[in-house]
T-cell receptor, first 111, second 111 residues
Framework: AQSVTQLGSHVSVSEGALVLLRCNYSSSVPPYLFWYVQYPNQGLQLLLK??????LVKGINGFEAEFKKSETSFHLTKPSAHMSDAAEYFCAVRGTDKLIFGTGTRLQVFP | SQTIHQWPATLVQPVGSPLSLECTVEGTSNPNLYWYRQAAGRGLQLLFY??????ISSEVPQNLSASRPQDRQFILSSKKLLLSDSGFYLCAWSVPGGTIYFGEGSWLTVV
């Protein structure tokens, strides 16, 4: 069975600092992995996805994630945080006909 | 292009009253459809998913039910709401094996 673990329910960074949100996965088959972002009182928006092509995946809003099989990780990064990046971020792995989500990481960005 | 709509956006219901949340998808045929719930301070919980008309899989035993009367319509229902049913409900769709896309969500407060 597939699962994901997001390390850190809250992450705080200063504007302009590096953003690193951690996600580790468990899967018995080659995984399809996703990062979604949720702004307050809204649905989830797809940031990026890994589907067994390039291991470094670029997404929207300057985010990217690197698939590392040896570490079973799919961490999300952004070189320079912006105030508008404040949101909740969810890592997910695709199971049979469904997505399995992590518990989410709330990103705060301070001026 | 494909779009997903769910309504109502906000709902306040007394304990013991019925519930009906509706979701429709446009611009695609035979999508997989999903209902997720996000309780306050918690991650996303898959409630139901459907791979076709009349085909419903329940992930968690609970006070809720789902139906798919038409190809692109997915309904979440309850006969008698509980306080614990409060939360943010998200409808989502995908092509089989594809990326999952979410609606804007429905806030349910049971009082």
């Amino acid at each position: 069975a597939q699962s994901v673990t997001q390390l850190g329910s809250h992450v705080s960074v200063s504007e302009g600092a590096l953003v690193l949100l951690r996600c580790n996965y468990s899967s018995s088959v080659p995984p399809y992995l996703f990062w979604y972002v949720q702004y307050p009182n809204q649905g989830l928006q797809l940031l990026l996805k890994y589907t067994s092509a390039a291991t470094l995946v670029k997404g929207i809003n300057g985010f990217e994630a690197e698939f590392k099989k040896s570490e079973t990780s799919f961490h999300l990064t952004k070189p320079s945080a912006h105030m508008s990046d404040a949101a909740e971020y969810f890592c997910a792995v695709r199971g049979t006909d469904k997505l399995i989500f992590g518990t989410g990481t709330r990103l705060q960005v301070f001026p | 292009s494909q779009t997903i709509h769910q309504w109502p956006a906000t709902l306040v219901q007394p304990v013991g009253s019925p519930l009906s949340l509706e979701c429709t998808v446009e611009g695609t045929s035979n999508p997989n459809l999903y209902w997720y719930r996000q309780a306050a301070g918690r991650g996303l919980q898959l409630l139901f998913y459907s791979v076709g008309i009349g085909q419903i899989s329940s992930e968690v035993p609970q006070n809720l039910s789902a139906s798919r009367p038409q190809d692109r319509q997915f309904i979440l229902s309850s006969k008698k709401l509980l306080l614990s049913d409060s939360g943010f409900y998200l409808c989502a769709w995908s092509v089989p094996g594809g990326t999952i896309y979410f609606g804007e969500g429905s806030w349910l407060t049971v009082v």
